[in-house]
């Protein structure tokens, strides 16, 4: 079975540029999860799609970050302008449910794409 | 005060030693107890889960909770220099949102 797939997975701008992240989830995964991890913290939450529709977005930052998940399998995070602080490893998930329990729980994790803002 | 806290401190030891790590929470909804393996360059790997207070065991590894305490630990036995990784702590509540909240993460290096 075919893991989630992210590219690019090395990305480098100045700052104020902006930069597109993609991700391929799981077949048959309907829950997509991007998360942002910062060097020595451990994986922070950004936004999580059910299908195409967005069920918590409480921890993006809506000025600068967006994501879509049209047709409800591959999405994309954009960061516009991007900033110094927006240097991290962001980590695409995917899971077969949404809802925390066993057995549709676990998330399983891309490579991720390592950002660095000069 | 963080929802999850682990020490993030690196942890070298010999091989065939026991590993020990642990982490402490606040919030008491959390329900659903994770442990997460990262390899260097590579995105966090299911190593072992719980949902109860107690003991248990995956070959060699043991994980640990006291929901009393709000504190899980992961025990590796016999560590081996595969088991050289990045060690994280996840929690979830048991139903409702899937949301994980992580801690900081433990680099652990086995010296051969």
């Known amino acids: 079975e075919a893991g989630v797939a992210q590219s690019p997975r090395y990305k480098i701008i100045e700052k104020r540029q902006s930069v597109a992240f993609w991700c391929n989830p799981i077949s048959g995964h309907a829950t997509l999860y991007w998360y942002q991890q910062i060097l020595g913290q451990g994986p922070k939450l950004l936004i999580q799609?059910?299908?195409?529709?967005?069920?918590?977005d409480s921890q993006l930052p809506k000025d600068r970050f967006s994501a879509e998940r049209l047709k409800g399998v591959d999405s994309t995070l954009k960061i516009q302008p991007a900033k110094l602080e927006d240097s991290a490893v962001y980590l695409c998930a995917s899971s077969l449910g949404g809802l925390a329990g066993p057995g549709n729980n676990e998330q399983f994790f891309g490579p991720g794409t390592r950002l660095t803002v000069l | 005060q963080k929802e999850v806290e682990q020490d993030p401190g690196p942890l070298s030891v010999p091989e065939g030693a026991i590993v020990s790590l642990n982490c402490t929470y606040s919030?008491?909804?959390?329900?659903?107890f994770m442990w997460y393996r990262q390899y260097s360059r590579k995105g966090p790997e299911l190593l072992m889960y719980?949902?109860?207070?107690g003991n248990k065991e995956d070959g060699r590894f043991t994980a640990q909770v006291d929901k009393s305490s709000k504190y899980i630990s992961l025990f590796i036995r016999d560590s081996q220099p595969s088991d050289s990784a990045t060690y994280l702590c996840?929690?979830?509540?048991?139903?409702?949102?899937?949301?994980?909240?992580f801690g900081k993460g433990n680099q652990v290096v086995v010296i051969p």
């Open positions: 996840a929690m979830s509540l048991l139903y409702g949102n899937n949301r994980l909240a």
């Open positions: 919030n008491s909804a959390f329900q659903y």
């Open positions: 719980t949902y109860s207070s």
């Open positions: 799609f059910q299908n195409n529709g967005v069920v918590d």
